[in-house]
T-cell receptor, first 111, second 113 residues
Framework: GQQLNQSPQSMFIQEGEDVSMNCTSSSIFNTWLWYKQDPGEGPVLLIA?????ELTSNGRLTAQFGITRKDSFLNISASIPSDVGIYFC???????????FGTGTRLTIIP | DGGITQSPKYLFRKEGQNVTLSCEQNLNHDAMYWYRQDPGQGLRLIYYSQIVNDFQKGDIAEGYSVSREKKESFPLTVTSAQKNPTAFYLCASSARGVGEKLFFGSGTQLSVL
């Protein structure tokens, strides 16, 4: 099955830095989502985007639905220790029973 | 509190043995899913079920089996035919009409002895 391409694969940043990551697909999606997985836990939904060009925020997180419908972006401002984890993008089309997940971006904060 | 419970958290399998991973939800969700997670490979869908007594294969169903006898429960059996079973297994559920919003359990780490 298809998996979406996320970049970067991993990031090592200092506390307080801003973070940017993206997700690309060879096919279009009606919905883009971003999930976060804490170590040893299941992913949790952060943001859902339903319209091309849409920009949505959730606290320090901001995500965008790309105009082409083939990509999405996630930004985290002023990172804090609890931001550590793996961030997954996911694409979904109406009437489809399944999500397509990205390969993940692992975020590590350097002391 | 509503949620999804996976058990056990850690499981060990011997060669040639079948093992069953439990997944129970009290969110009254119709759909349930099983994903496998390997380091650096993201989440891959094993099986999913939209209603009781019905389920479909995902992208990597070989060597696995499921049942959906109750709405709340969706157990996954890792059979001896699965030659590389070591992975982190995640169960998820979603409400009807909102299939993109998955609620995940806390996972089961399966290792081979």
């Amino acid at each position: 099955g298809q998996q979406l391409n996320q970049s970067p694969q991993s990031m090592f940043i200092q506390e307080g830095e801003d973070v940017s990551m993206n997700c690309t697909s060879s096919s279009i999606f009606n919905t883009w989502l971003w999930y976060k997985q804490d170590p040893g836990e299941g992913p949790v939904l952060l943001i859902a985007l339903y319209k091309a060009g849409e920009l949505t925020s959730n606290g320090r997180l901001t995500a965008q639905f790309g105009i082409t419908r083939k990509d999405s972006f996630l930004n985290i401002s002023a990172s804090i220790p609890s931001d550590v984890g793996i961030y997954f993008c996911a694409g979904h089309n109406f009437g489809n029973e399944k999500l397509t997940f990205g390969t993940g971006t692992r975020l590590t904060i350097i002391p | 509190d509503g949620g999804i419970t996976q058990s056990p958290k850690y499981l060990f399998r011997k060669e040639g043995q079948n093992v069953t991973l439990s997944c129970e939800q009290n969110l009254n969700h119709d759909a349930m899913y099983w994903y496998r997670q390997d380091p650096g490979q993201g989440l891959r869908l094993i099986y999913y079920s939209q209603i009781v007594n019905d389920f479909q294969k995902g992208d990597i169903a070989e060597g696995y089996s499921v049942s959906r006898e109750k709405k709340e429960s969706f157990p996954l059996t890792v059979t001896s035919a699965q030659k590389n079973p070591t992975a982190f297994y995640l169960c998820a559920s979603s409400a009807r009409g909102v299939g993109e919003k998955l609620f995940f359990g806390s996972g089961t780490q399966l290792s081979v002895l």
